[in-house]
T-cell receptor, first 112, second 119 residues
Framework: GQNIDQPTEMTATEGAIVQINCTYQTSGFNGLFWYQQHAGEAPTFLSYNVLDGLEEKGRFSSFLSRSKGYSYLLLKELQMKDSASYLCAVRAWDTGRRALTFGSGTRLQVQP | GAVVSQHPSWVICKSGTSVKIECRSLDFQATTMFWYRQFPKQSLMLMATSNEGSKATYEQGVEKDKFLINHASLTLSTLTVTSAHPEDSSFYIC???????????????FGSGTQLSVL
């Protein structure tokens, strides 16, 4: 099976930088995804990592360390609209399903 | 990015009735679609994997006779909640896998979700 942990809630200030961590335990790791989800809406894709290192995409960056089972999502220049839940999801081949297993999500509140 | 259309967005029904939710891939063919369920302030939980032209694969604990999945074409998958009860009230989301090239960076694109409320 898979075990994914991320903080339940975080608060940050507009314009600041926030890092959301995700740790996972799985066999047959085949990629880690970050999704953003606003309340009552479907998740939207943010980033994908399958190799170690940092992937940067505008204000969002995602880092992966496969040996440590660790990833983080970095949000820069925070805006009020960034208030949402951020879901870490892992894909693994252990079941052959090629589906994603999601963490419980981190609810980020951006304050003025 | 790829567009996945899900209908209806919300539905209220009486206990004991059945509800059908449609999920369509609008600009690509989705050989595989996934159905997730999400309770308030909880994560997405995979219910089943739907493969075009074959029977769906259900996750442990999900009743296949209660949650009927049909994936008759490459662009449409449906989830029917049969004899719905209040405990079935939830946010249901479909997703389709897009596999460009070798599929190593395949992504999931989600429908907009369906909020089901069973009275």
């Amino acid at each position: 099976g898979q075990n994914i942990d991320q903080p339940t809630e975080m608060t940050a200030t507009e314009g600041a930088i926030v890092q959301i961590n995700c740790t996972y335990q799985t066999s047959g790791f085949n990629g880690l995804f970050w999704y953003q989800q606003h309340a009552g809406e479907a998740p939207t894709f943010l980033s994908y990592n399958v190799l170690d290192g940092l992937e940067e995409k505008g204000r969002f960056s995602s880092f992966l360390s496969r040996s440590k089972g660790y990833s983080y999502l970095l949000l820069k220049e925070l805006q009020m609209k960034d208030s949402a839940s951020y879901l870490c999801a892992v894909r693994a081949w252990d079941t052959g399903r090629r589906a994603l297993t999601f963490g419980s999500g981190t609810r980020l509140q951006v304050q003025p | 990015g790829a567009v996945v259309s899900q209908h209806p967005s919300w539905v209220i029904c009486k206990s004991g009735t059945s509800v059908k939710i449609e999920c369509r891939s609008l600009d690509f063919q989705a050989t595989t679609m996934f159905w997730y369920r999400q309770f308030p302030k909880q994560s997405l939980m995979l219910m089943a994997t739907s493969n075009e032209g074959s029977k769906a694969t259900y996750e442990q604990g999900v009743e296949k006779d209660k949650f009927l999945i049909n994936h008759a074409s490459l662009t449409l998958s449906t989830l029917t909640v049969t004899s719905a009860h209040p405990e079935d009230s939830s946010f249901y989301i479909c997703s389709a896998r897009v596999s460009p090239g070798t599929g190593t960076n395949e992504k999931l694109f989600f429908g907009s979700g369906t909020q089901l409320s069973v009275l």
